[in-house]
């Protein structure tokens, strides 16, 4: 790992020189930037109480973007290149910048060339580049354990405790997977305006599956997540910062898997018909913020460039007709990504340079306002608001989430509850399934009870949330005091798919929706 | 990418210097070298857009390696290592797995060699040594033929007709080389196909269209290019005004894309060895009996001649090969790498969770363990899974679409969907997605008005789609699914009563 910090220490010296004169040499370059990146993991896994896998990697990559043209066509290219420990050869380190710059541009000229003749021939496709001014920052990893300390039989160990303790909870845990791994992130960005941006993030994460079974024939599956921006100590110790604490593995996992045992044995959600009032927990809302707040404020996809994939954004459905600056929620309803915030999501600045900072996406119930990138931003008259980010330095970097929450209330969320003559508590996020521009949803949840009187009472699994986006938003008529954010490792994005961790959560919310069981 | 020459005398080279370490009961060495291309389409009329928005690519070249120690037969080690394919990264590679070792009381050892696999990996693909530019070209040319189709035909009424043509085209090509102490000669594969999907959409008109094309020759590259920007355009400009159907019971005809994303998500996770083994899968206790109706054959086929994805050999060195897994309806066969395999075979429970209809000699070839990376294509750094290739649904006593259209009477067909989820967990077999497009009504046996895409959603469970379906078509149609390796060769199934909900409802 140390040899390969030198090759970021080697790049951060001569690599703006070496970027500058390509983008000198190479006509028609309005900007051009590299991305390189050194990763430190180790990681373990175990299953049913005994280990299955430890390992330890570094990696290396590289990644060049080149924009080339003016603002009647422009082109763009990328080119991403697993380099590893070839790295440490500075030649090589040099040669793969060149070759990689090489490909960009002659993919960018090739767009640029074909975009003037498309805007020629037909009077469509242009592209727009807002230009940000050169930053040098350097920025540290927090941690309290170096990932690259940790000894591989420590996390090893860690795991197969765990997992063996879930084991003997009893006969009803039919299958237990545990795993987790500590990571030492150094992100280096490089651009030709002058841009020379040092990050490093340490990341840690744990994650239980657990296959419960029942007397009576139930079976429960359950999967959840913790993690920090932060060392081993974050799993072993656990985490007791808000808004993004977390239990040490092992209770984490026995939690999870008494849930489990506990939901086997419940029956399945028969749902009600019609709409009811329902209170949805903040591990709830993490996914609900995730798929209806988060992705549709994403600009890309607002801007409908990802329509052939994952759709559109219900919260823009032309420049001229969207809901910028109008009501889509309760008063009591705010929303913001965050990348400030040290939890999962956290980061200084984008993969382009641009430093990250506090978007608003619901004031007080109006929307206002979408990540984007420097095009993106460019589009729609806005600045560059530090939002775009690949999951790894091989892929080109996308419009993604930070920490996308729902803003905290002044209610207990005793009270919330305490309120409902009859409704039902939605408890933990599980699968998503949404419309195609997120304006309505079905998200399952891990426990349903019912409220009598304002107590939750009976316990039910395979329960499902149903509702209209800005419906469910409307009718909101409590907001909890109880912000939390949830570790999300896997939202995929993009083609090819890329696979990014993030933070989202909220506090306790009641609203009204329809609920669906077992089919 | 690096040449398979290279590859091969890497691991050739690297297991002769493991063979030399007498601490070692048995090793495998795996490189791999992956490039994946792809040029993504993005037109929006009335918005700022760069037709192309960017042509991208990742290389990845590196190795990785599995080690068992002599001390211990279930003592054993792996890593791997990006980029750098020396005799140094060799050393540092077996240090890491010497610190990696665990003892796994189901590790079986390692895979037996393959004997008999061609060590030159069959036939050259077609589209391992093209440019990079073909990519860009390809789909420069079908963004300009869906938009000179609506320049020409576009009705002079649509002045702010929400163009939005996207979509890309997507090259995949991968390079592996295998040597362990288990074969004598070094096994190397590669392959190179893509994929290719347009989507049109005409906001003003809430038409949408979508043309895909799967292969792996010049000749299919070209066709696609050719075709499937004007074909899907063609049909939005086609598309009559919507209806939006509501919420009930309907006789549906589901097409092969619908079917690829129910069986990706849904059934193909269910068909592994490891599914069976963990206790969550959607048919725990059902092998050997009626999962589906008779008329129906499910086959994954790496080896299949007219398959997009073409493979001779796993990535743990086994032949690649046919695995049926549903024969006339009965469940006989699963995806299954070389642990999983063993570990299923050799478990105390392993009858209750098979279920009693599994024959009592049963075996299970580990002919499907593969490393398939996030971007879809074989990687170094990815673990051995059981993974699909060609995913292949034979039919018994089909008719034609034409004949199933008639059939369906009144009712509605399914064209296209996404976000199909497990919704309930794996193992409940309850699915929701949402109609996403090219989806229509059909009334007294014809195909009438397009349903408003988006406006319909399935909530149900695999068997009312697999069980008994009314019809289903004799011929199967290549399709695949957004950020799914597999490519799929479906009929379109006609299944009654099937629940559908109004999304805005």
Known sequence: ?519 | MLPRAELKRFAAQAAAMLARDRDLAAFEVYASSTEQIVARINCTGEIVSRGVEEVKSLAADGFALRIVTRRDPHETGSAFVAGDLSTASVKQALAQALDALVVDPDFPGLPPGSGGIAAGGGQKPGLIGVSHLVVARAAWTTLKGAVAEFARRAPPHLRNPGLIIGGDFTLTRERIAIGSSRRADIGCDQDAYFSASVTVIIEETQAKATASAIGRSSEELRRAQTSLGRDAMRRALDSRPPVRPGSGRYRVLIGPQPLGEILSYMVVPSLTSGAFYRGDSAYQGRFGSSVMDPRISLIEDATAPHGAIQRSMTCEGLPARRTLLIRDGRLSGLLSNFYDRNRLLSDDARLRKLGASAPAALDIAAGNGYRIGEHGARSFDTAIHSSASNIIIKTKDGASLAQLIRQVGNGIMIGRVWYTYPINGQRAGDFTCTVSGDSYLIEDGRISAPIAPNCLRINAHIDQVFAAPAALTARSTPTFVWGQPEAFYLPALMVDGLPLASASQ
Not at chain 1, 155 to 161: G, P
Not at chain 1, 315 to 342: F, K, Q, T, V
Not at chain 1, 368 to 394: C, K, L, Q
Not at chain 1, 478 to 505: E, F, H, T, W, Y
């Open chain 1, 1 to 519: 790992m140390k040899e390969l910090l030198d090759a970021i220490a080697f790049l951060k010296r001569h690599g703006p020189a070496e970027l500058a004169r390509l983008a000198k040499s190479n006509a028609g370059t309005i900007n051009a930037a590299v991305r390189f990146e050194v990763v430190f993991r180790r990681s373990a896994s175990a299953e049913n109480g005994a280990p299955r896998r430890t390992s330890e990697h570094e990696s290396a990559a590289l990644g060049i973007s080149v924009a080339t043209g003016a603002a009647h066509a422009i082109g763009y290219g990328y080119s991403g290149i697993d380099i590893g420990r070839a790295a440490l050869r500075r030649a090589r380190l040099i040669g793969s910048l060149r070759s990689g710059f090489e490909a960009a541009y002659e993919r960018a000229r090739l767009c640029e060339k074909r975009s003037a003749e498309l805007r020629r021939e037909f009077g469509i496709g242009a592209g727009h580049w807002a230009a940000a001014p050169p930053l040098q920052a350097d920025k540290a990893a927090a941690y309290a354990r170096d990932p690259r300390s940790v000894p591989n039989g420590e996390i090893a160990h860690l795991v197969a405790e765990t997992s063996r303790a879930v084991a003997q909870l009893g006969r009803e845990v039919a299958f237990n997977a545990i795993s987790a791994f500590t990571e030492s992130r150094h992100e280096l960005f490089i651009d030709s305006d002058g841009s020379v941006i040092s990050q490093a993030f340490a990341v840690s994460q744990g994650d239980c599956y657990v296959v419960a079974q029942s007397d009576g024939g139930g079976v429960q599956e359950s999967h959840d997540t913790i993690g920090q921006q932060r060392g081993l100590e974050c799993l072993t110790d656990g985490w007791p910062e808000q808004p993004m604490s977390n239990p040490g593995l092992t209770d984490f996992s026995i939690d999870l898997a008494r849930e489990s045992c506990e939901l086997a044995a419940a029956p399945p959600l028969k749902p009600p018909a019609g709409e009811v009032v329902v209170v949805t927990d903040p591990h709830f809302n993490a996914l609900l913020v995730h798929e209806i707040v988060g992705h549709p404020s994403e600009a890309d996809r607002a801007l409908k460039m990802e329509a052939g994939y994952a759709g559109r954004s219900w919260l823009l459905r032309s420049l001229r007709d969207n809901e910028i600056g109008r009501r889509i929620g309760s008063p009591l309803l705010s929303a913001c990504s965050d990348p400030a915030i040290r939890a999962f999501g956290h980061y200084g600045y984008d993969h382009e340079g641009t430093p990250g900072r506090r978007v608003m996406h619901i004031d007080r119930g109006i929307f206002s306002g979408f990540m984007n990138s420097r095009a993106t931003a460019a589009i729609m008259g806005a600045e560059p608001n530090g939002s775009v980010r690949a999951s790894n330095v091989r892929f080109a970097p996308l419009i993604r989430m930070s920490n996308t929450f729902f803003m905290p209330g002044d209610s207990a969320p005793g009270d919330i509850i305490g309120e409902v003559e009859h409704g039902y508590y939605v408890c933990g996020n599980r699968i998503p399934s949404i419309a195609e521009s997120r304006e309505s949803f079905r998200i399952s949840a891990r426990r349903v009870y019912e409220i009598d009187h304002g107590q939750p009472g009976r316990l039910f699994r395979a329960g499902s949330v149903i509702g209209g986006s800005k419906h469910f938003f409307m009718h909101v008529d409590a907001v909890g005091n109880d912000l939390r954010l949830i570790a999300i490792p896997n939202c995929g994005k993009g083609q090819p798919m890329q696979v990014k961790r993030m933070s989202n959560g909220g506090p306790t919310l009641r609203s009204r929706a329809r609920l669906a069981g077992g089919e």
